[in-house]
């Protein structure tokens, strides 16, 4: 194995990548740049050089490469150019079932982690597609993109109406509030009437009261004659 390649399996996505290799080593002692992106694969009908970079340039236009930086080390991976077997198909099947049983993805309505699989999934077929037939993996990137606008417009219009329906249900709310806030006020001021009449009948009756022990005391104190 050589120094510059990493036998790491990416186990975050579904698509196949080649092993990642080292494209810039920053402590080289002459500072030059050393490009170790083209690893040798093997296949078994290998393809012209001119076929093996179209199919890369395509790949990599569908599935752009992977690179980062590590231990000050650049690093790329790019997307696999050996051909599926019926096998890596299969695996790719239990793969995904795999997968979505292990990240609890909810088998129906909107699930992010259900969409990111199956479009792993389906990138992953464009792959293996592109590989054998260049044509027919640019036809299916044209699919898979419109695929993506479409669930991303339903996934809006999902959201607009989940939106809608608080909207509806805070109006509704507020409604309520301000319905008994009116219910309140009104009992307030009918409280308010009741206190006033009553003070006001209590003062009437004193001052009657008040009224008829002066007329009483001056009956008491006048001088007779």
Same mark, same amino acid.
């Given at each position: 194995m050589a120094a510059a390649e990493r036998l790491i399996p990416d186990s975050s996505t579904l698509v196949?990548?080649?092993n990642p290799v080292l494209i810039t080593k920053h402590d080289d002692k002459h500072g030059e740049l050393k490009?170790?992106?083209s690893?040798?694969?093997t296949k078994s009908?290998?393809?012209t050089a001119d076929e093996r970079r179209e199919t890369e340039e395509i790949l990599n236009g569908i599935l752009p490469p992977k690179e980062w930086e590590e231990d000050g080390q650049k690093w790329k991976q790019q997307v696999s150019t050996t051909p599926a077997t019926r096998l890596d198909v299969v695996n790719l *099947? =239990? *793969?995904l079932d795999?997968?979505?049983q292990q990240r609890q993805a909810r088998e129906t309505g909107i699930c992010p982690v259900r969409r990111e699989l199956y479009t792993q999934c389906f990138d992953e077929l464009i792959r293996q597609i592109t590989i054998?037939?260049?044509e027919r993996g640019l036809l299916l990137l044209r699919v898979r993109d419109e695929m993506k606008m479409t669930m991303e417009a339903y996934q809006s219009l999902y959201c607009s109406n989940q939106i809608k329906e608080e909207k509806v249900?805070? =109006?509704r709310q507020l409604a309520d509030l301000r319905l008994k806030a009116e219910q309140s006020e009104r009992r307030a001021a009918e409280l308010r009437i009741a206190e006033e009449k009553k003070h006001s009948e209590e003062i009437q009756f004193l001052k009657k009261t008040n009224q008829q022990l002066k007329t009483q005391l001056e009956g008491i104190i006048a001088p007779k004659k």
């Open positions: 196949k990548y080649d490009d170790k992106s690893p040798t694969r009908a290998p393809p *099947q =239990e *793969q795999m997968r979505l054998n037939c260049a249900d805070v =109006e």
